[in-house]
């Protein structure tokens, strides 16, 4: 079986950012059609443009706050509108509002839940029904490793992304016998903005901590994405690919 993506369309969220971006152009390489579902339009936008003239008419953004499920619903009907037929969506927006649990604001606990876990549920909400009715479909979580482990600073983080654990599994054993696979990964460190406002030294010492010496690369995270949405991971469901270069280990 192939992992290629040849025919297939796809929805990544937070596909404007660094991962989301990497999977996008990946899954276009592939053979696929995507939808970039994004709040930030103007990276968007740009990002689309910068594309292959080749592949910028299998590409599409759509404007969309993950955390608002009003405009997931108008995103999801946008993009079935013109993909036509939604294969395989990539819940992978993401914030950070870091403060150590003395000094975290109730604001920034929610806006992180909103977007990181709320977001994750009222996407596949609004998706999985047409995967369901067609009888196939590959949902993609995105969780972390901070997620399993916990991080200094990462209440609210570390509670999301353990609760999008909580829900693939559980969505993985609604969905499975509809023929809709639910799986997440859990990236380690990657070299993205998100990782980019973290100080210097603190970069340095998390990858003296990994096994492999290196910041993972958005484009790691990605080729993990492309696996669990190919027809190669069709018997993979309900599993939490840890893409960390060994770090959790
Ligand atoms: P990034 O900051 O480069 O990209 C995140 C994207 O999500 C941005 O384009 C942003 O505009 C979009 N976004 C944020 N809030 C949104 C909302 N409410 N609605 C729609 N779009 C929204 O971050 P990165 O690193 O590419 O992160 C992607 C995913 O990977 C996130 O879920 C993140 O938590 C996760 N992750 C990242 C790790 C890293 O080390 N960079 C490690 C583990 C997980």
Same mark, same amino acid.
């Given at each position: 079986m192939s992992m290629r993506l040849d025919g297939k369309t796809a929805i990544i969220t937070g596909g404007a950012g660094g991962?989301?971006? @990497? $999977?996008?152009?990946?899954?276009?390489?592939?053979? %696929?059609?995507?939808?970039?579902?994004?709040? #930030?339009?103007? %990276?968007?936008?740009?990002?689309? @443009?910068?594309?292959?003239?080749?592949?910028?008419?299998? @590409?599409?953004?759509? @404007? &969309?706050?993950?955390?608002?499920?009003?405009?997931?619903? $108008?995103?999801?009907?946008? $993009?079935? $509108?013109?993909?036509?037929?939604?294969?395989?969506? &990539? #819940?992978n927006a993401g914030i950070t509002r870091d403060a150590m649990l003395s000094r975290m604001t109730t604001e920034q606990w929610k806006q992180v839940l909103d977007v990181n876990l709320s977001g994750v549920y009222y996407c596949t909400k609004h998706v999985s029904p047409h995967m369901a009715a067609r009888g196939k479909g590959k949902i993609i979580n995105t969780s972390s490793i901070v997620g399993v482990q916990g991080n200094l600073g990462q209440t609210n983080y570390a509670a999301a992304k353990a609760g999008v654990i909580g829900m693939t599994r559980t969505w993985a054993k609604e969905l499975g016998y509809k023929g809709v696979c639910v799986n997440a990964v859990a990236p380690g460190f990657i070299a993205t903005d998100m990782v980019a406002s973290m100080p210097e030294q603190a970069i340095a010492a998390m990858s003296e901590r990994v096994p492999l010496r290196r910041l993972g690369q958005p484009e790691d995270v990605a080729q993990a994405y492309l696996y669990l949405a190919s027809d190669a991971a069709d018997y993979v469901n309900g599993t939490v690919l840890e893409v960390n270069g060994g770090l959790s280990i």
């Amino acid at each position: 079986m192939s992992m290629r993506l040849d025919g297939k369309t796809a929805i990544i969220t937070g596909g404007a950012g660094g991962i989301g971006w @990497a $999977a996008a152009t990946l899954f276009l390489e592939q053979g %696929a059609r995507v939808v970039v579902a994004d709040y #930030n339009e103007a %990276a968007g936008m740009q990002r689309i @443009a910068s594309l292959d003239p080749k592949l910028q008419g299998q @590409a599409r953004f759509i @404007a &969309v706050d993950v955390s608002s499920e009003e405009q997931v619903e $108008a995103m999801a009907h946008a $993009a079935l $509108a013109w993909l036509g037929a939604i294969d395989i969506l &990539v #819940n992978n927006a993401g914030i950070t509002r870091d403060a150590m649990l003395s000094r975290m604001t109730t604001e920034q606990w929610k806006q992180v839940l909103d977007v990181n876990l709320s977001g994750v549920y009222y996407c596949t909400k609004h998706v999985s029904p047409h995967m369901a009715a067609r009888g196939k479909g590959k949902i993609i979580n995105t969780s972390s490793i901070v997620g399993v482990q916990g991080n200094l600073g990462q209440t609210n983080y570390a509670a999301a992304k353990a609760g999008v654990i909580g829900m693939t599994r559980t969505w993985a054993k609604e969905l499975g016998y509809k023929g809709v696979c639910v799986n997440a990964v859990a990236p380690g460190f990657i070299a993205t903005d998100m990782v980019a406002s973290m100080p210097e030294q603190a970069i340095a010492a998390m990858s003296e901590r990994v096994p492999l010496r290196r910041l993972g690369q958005p484009e790691d995270v990605a080729q993990a994405y492309l696996y669990l949405a190919s027809d190669a991971a069709d018997y993979v469901n309900g599993t939490v690919l840890e893409v960390n270069g060994g770090l959790s280990i």
